[in-house]
Structures are given as C-alpha cells and as structure tokens.
C-alpha cells in the first residue's frame, strides 16, 4: 500500500495514544506497539488452547466430578479451569466454604463454586440506526471536488468513506457526501 500526503488522525488499538497515520490500514502508532498486540494476542490464543487442551484431557474426571456434592480443591481446578491459589484465597476469605478432613483432604461445595460463577445476562444496548441522508446537494461535497479540495486520490476518498460509514447518496452520476463529515475527516491535512 502506497503513502499519500495525508495525515490521518488515530488512536492506537493498543497503547490509546493518538498519532498521525500515513496509511488508511495503519491500526498502532509504532513498530513496538504492533509487536506488544501480536505477542499479547498469541497469548490470549494459547490460554484458550490450554483450557480446550483441560477439558479435553479430563473429560471423564469432570464427567465424574459433576455427580459428586463436594470436591477436592484439585478437581476444582478441572471442573472451572482457575488456579489453586485462587480456589485457597476464596477460602481464606470466606467466600467458598470449606471442609478439611486431615491434611491434604480439604473438600469444597460444588454448589458454592458454581454459584460464583453463575452467568449474569447484560441488557443489550439498542444498536443506533444509522441516519438517512437528508442531505441537499449544496450541502455535500462531489467525490471528484473532494479530491480536489484535499488532494487525496479517488481511492482513497472511497475507502475512508466506506471505512467511516459516512452516508453517501448517488443522484445521477455523481456520488456527493456530506461537507460537515467530509470537513472533519479531511481537516488535519
């Protein structure tokens, strides 16, 4: 992908700071960002294959530990996939009952541990609808007059656009955008 002129105003996806992109693809405002977010998400993968890998590999113990009322800690650690000193810390706190039957037989409430993690359900926010452009032509910009007025290639006016979702209505052969969001995408050049 080429560079234009212009300076397209971002927020990087991974520190939040605020740059100036050459490219309408660039997502981080340096090389090391761009590392941090590939490392971070490798991980974030492998989290997700370890757990898999946990369940696959102890499907019958939990199979087995699902029909049981209390649990040792290490099948606890199977069954809901968190840390010993996790499931000790709760127990410390008070938060999961415990019984210990001597050492190294401390049981657990499956029910109580259950119940910690129980499924809370998020209202959904009402998606917004996007605006119909209502628009006259005199207030609306041309794709061709856009490109003059920044110097931005036609390709690149497209893809900012569609990127954007700024409205665009087509009355004949000219395509117009709004001069108010035109203005405001295009003003830092």
Same mark, same amino acid.
């Given at each position: 992908?080429?560079?234009?002129?212009?300076?397209?105003? =971002?927020?990087?996806?991974?520190?939040? %700071?605020?740059? /100036? +992109?050459? *490219?309408?693809? $660039?997502?981080?405002?340096?090389?090391?960002?761009?590392?941090?977010?590939?490392?971070?998400?490798?991980?974030?993968?492998?989290?997700?294959?370890?757990?898999?890998?946990?369940?696959?590999?102890? +499907? &019958? *113990?939990?199979?087995?530990?699902?029909?049981? !009322?209390?649990?040792?800690? +290490?099948?606890?650690?199977?069954?809901?996939?968190?840390?010993?000193? $996790?499931?000790?810390?709760?127990?410390?706190?008070?938060?999961? !009952? #415990?019984?210990?039957?001597?050492? =190294?037989? *401390?049981?657990?409430? =499956?029910?109580?541990?259950? #119940?910690?993690? @129980?499924?809370?359900?998020?209202?959904?926010?009402? %998606?917004?609808? !996007?605006?119909?452009? @209502?628009? /006259?032509?005199? /207030?609306?910009? $041309?794709? #061709? /007059?856009? $490109?003059? %007025?920044?110097?931005?290639?036609?390709?690149?006016?497209? %893809?900012?656009?569609?990127?954007?979702?700024?409205? =665009?209505?087509?009355?004949?052969?000219?395509?117009?955008? !709004?001069?108010?969001?035109? &203005?405001?995408?295009? #003003?830092?050049?």
């Amino acid at each position: 992908m080429g560079y234009s002129h212009l300076k397209i105003p =971002r927020i990087c996806e991974y520190c939040s %700071k605020p740059f /100036e +992109a050459k *490219t309408v693809s $660039t997502r981080f405002c340096s090389k090391e960002c761009g590392n941090k977010s590939g490392k971070e998400k490798k991980k974030q993968v492998k989290e997700v294959e370890r757990k898999q890998q946990i369940l696959i590999d102890n +499907a &019958d *113990t939990i199979a087995k530990i699902q029909t049981r !009322p209390y649990i040792s800690i +290490a099948e606890a650690v199977i069954l809901f996939g968190i840390s010993k000193n $996790t499931i000790h810390r709760l127990i410390k706190s008070g938060k999961i !009952p #415990a019984v210990n039957l001597g050492q =190294r037989l *401390t049981r657990v409430s =499956r029910s109580n541990i259950e #119940a910690m993690f @129980s499924v809370i359900e998020l209202p959904e926010k009402p %998606k917004e609808q !996007p605006k119909k452009m @209502s628009y /006259e032509p005199n /207030e609306c910009y $041309t794709i #061709a /007059e856009v $490109t003059d %007025k920044f110097g931005v290639s036609l390709s690149t006016v497209n %893809k900012t656009i569609r990127r954007l979702g700024v409205p =665009r209505r087509q009355i004949g052969k000219y395509v117009y955008v !709004p001069k108010e969001q035109i &203005d405001k995408i295009f #003003a830092s050049k």
